[in-house]
């Protein structure tokens, strides 16, 4: 069985390990304060460092814990992590993180729904502090603003609006990363998580493509994005080769879930597209099902909804497990038994479980 076998088939019992499990919320007991950072750390570069060692030193002696997007390994853009979250994990926490803990299963997740799941891991996180990494924007500036004074600000189709004023901020399609920021102030909003103050926006630096990063990946030569990375992540990526997933699918599985599942019961399938895609069966190879996938709103969505023809997981058991989260808060890597204390003592649950 090949390393992605075992990771997806280990990671769906996983997803209904978190359906089983009772949720438990506590108020934390603690004064230590905790910065909260999602980030997919795909591979962690100078960028993502950066952005760390900002919101360290602007709360000195806080616990700095990275949620890092966890089961089936999929990314934000729908395809397979460059590396196993134990993997990225284990450079963040040798980079400075004090705790990574595993995220949502952000790549067979609407943008909607993986944001609604982080921001309720922040909130059961007792989170102090969310560091967040921003592109400069005209007009930008006044959404951070309005943003760390509390306001809900919320992403529509090519417009931000201020719901707390009821003003349209600004008419345009911000970029990812900003688009991001407005997104978790929406869905903070929504489960009544109070951020007044509590962001701390990173301007992002230069000089790091997550493209040519990738790509360095393919062909195995990382002499031209050397200085894009860490040493840390270079000696991972280039001494740990087995652990690279990053392009590897299970084209069997997608052939045939596509092939013989009622597609318009899995997440993110209406019953439109659903339709669209089971009159083109059946498929013999996964760029026939790719092609039969229409572009959709998003530039990703035909490779999450790939994904989730990888890992069918069904729209009540994701709605259930939307609900739930974080049922469980599952720690892949900590610095030490001190921090893990400490971070016991912040969090305030029993529903903490270590990865070994």
Same mark, same amino acid.
């Given at each position: ?20 499990c009772d949720?438990k ?6 004064d ?8 997919e750390?795909? #591979?962690?570069?100078n ?7 900002v ?8 616990l700095?814990?990275?949620?890092v ?6 990314s ?14 284990e450079?963040?926490v040798s ?17 909607g ?14 989170t102090?502090?969310? #560091?967040?990494?921003?592109n #400069?924007?005209?007009?930008f ?26 003003e349209?901020?600004l ?15 929406n ?32 062909n ?6 050397k ?17 690279i ?13 596509a092939?013989?599942?009622d ?13 669209e ?5 059946p498929?013999n ?33 994701m709605?259930?497990f939307?609900e ?18 400490v ?6 649950t ?7």
């Open positions: 069985m090949s390393l992605l076998s075992e990771i997806l088939n280990r990671d769906m019992d996983l997803f209904y390990e978190y359906l089983d949720v919320k506590s108020d934390s007991t603690s230590v304060k905790l910065v909260a950072d999602f980030t750390y795909n #591979p962690l570069h960028g993502h460092y950066h952005c760390m060692k919101a360290k030193s602007s709360v000195p002696d806080s700095f814990v990275a949620v997007p966890g089961l089936f390994e999929r934000g853009r729908g395809i397979p992590y460059i590396l196993p979250r134990e993997k990225r994990a450079i963040a980079l400075g993180a004090d705790i990574v803990v595993e995220g949502p299963p952000m790549g067979l997740m609407g943008s729904q993986y944001s609604l799941c982080l921001c309720k891991m922040f909130a059961a996180l007792n102090d502090y969310i #560091p967040r990494g921003y #400069p924007h005209k007009g500036d006044e959404i951070l603003l309005r943003i760390n004074q509390g306001h809900h600000i919320a992403p529509k189709p090519y417009k931000i609006v201020d719901k707390t004023t009821g349209v901020l008419k345009d399609k911000l970029k990812e990363d900003n688009y991001v920021i407005t997104s978790f102030s869905s903070l909003s929504k489960i009544g998580f109070d951020y007044k103050d509590k962001f701390i926006f990173v301007k992002r630096i230069g000089g790091v493509s997550g493209t040519k990063i990738r790509e360095a990946v393919t195995g030569e990382f002499e031209s994005v200085d894009m990375m860490p040493d840390k992540t270079i000696e991972v990526l280039t001494n740990d080769k087995k652990s997933i990053f392009s590897k699918r299970l084209d069997g599985s997608i052939i045939d879930n092939n013989n599942l597609l318009k019961n899995l997440n993110l399938l209406n019953d439109k597209l659903a339709l895609i089971e009159s083109k069966r498929f190879n996964p760029d026939e099902v790719l092609s039969a996938i229409p572009q959709g709103f998003s530039t990703h969505f035909k490779q999450r909804i790939l994904s989730i023809l990888e890992n069918p997981i069904p729209k009540k058991d709605s259930d939307i739930k989260y974080p049922s469980q808060i599952r720690i892949l890597k900590y610095k030490n038994d001190d921090v893990l204390e971070f016991k003592e912040k969090v305030n029993e529903n903490i479980y270590s990865v070994k």
